[in-house]
T-cell receptor, first 114, second 110 residues
């Protein structure tokens, strides 16, 4: 069974530029999460989807961040414009359904904003 | 603000020893507790979860939960150099929302 797929693995951009990250969860997993992990910190939830519905986006900085999961499968997280403080690893995770608490993480996208 | 506290370490143990990793949490309503292992440059990997007070054993790993003290721990017996990683404690509060601690770095020396 393929795991959670993310791309790109690394991204370097200048501040004020846009950037997008893509995630394809494990097949059949209805719940998808985007986390941000800063150096030396644990992952922090940005948004959670149940199928195509964003059910928890309370921690998503909505002035510059947006996300979508149009068909309830893969998802895109976008930052526009990026700031220096956005440099972090962006992790995608999925679970079979919302009541299953074992989250499987993708390899992450390491973003560097210069 | 729900908080999960871990000592950042590093915790250094010799090969073959028992490593003890600790975690406290602030939300008394927390239901489930997870330990993730994260190797440097890699993503977190679930190794244990516990829901009930007491001990839960899985191979060399034992998770311990004390809800009254809001305390959860992970014991690693017969530690190996390959166990060297950062161990993240995560707490489930509400529906499907995990709050992670900062992690404890474990170093196992040969």
């Amino acid at each position: 069974e393929a795991g959670v797929v993310q791309s790109p693995r690394y991204k370097i951009i200048e501040k004020k530029q846009p950037v997008a990250f893509w995630c394809n969860p494990i097949s059949g997993h209805n719940t998808l999460y985007w986390y941000r992990q800063n150096l030396g910190q644990g992952p922090e939830l940005l948004i959670r989807y149940e199928n195509e519905e964003a059910v928890d986006d309370s921690q998503l900085p909505k002035d510059r961040f947006s996300a979508e999961r149009l068909k309830g499968v893969d998802s895109t997280l976008k930052i526009q414009p990026a700031e220096l403080g956005d440099s972090a690893v962006y992790l995608c995770a999925s679970t079979p359904w919302g009541g299953s608490y074992e989250q499987y993480f993708g390899p992450g996208t390491r973003l560097t904003v210069t | 603000q729900k908080e999960v506290e871990q000592n950042s370490g590093p915790l250094s143990v010799p090969e073959g020893a028992i490593a003890s990793l600790n975690c406290t949490y602030s939300d008394r309503g927390s239901q489930s507790f997870f330990w993730y292992r994260q190797y440097s440059g890699k993503s977190p990997e679930l190794i244990m979860f516990i829901y009930s007070n007491g001990d839960k054993e899985d191979g060399r790993f034992t998770a311990q939960l004390n809800k009254a003290s809001q305390y959860v721990s992970l014991l690693i017996r017969d530690s190996q150099p390959s166990d060297s990683a950062t161990y993240l404690c995560a707490v489930l509060s509400g529906y499907s929302t995990l709050t992670f601690g900062k992690g404890t770095m474990l170093l196992v020396s040969p």
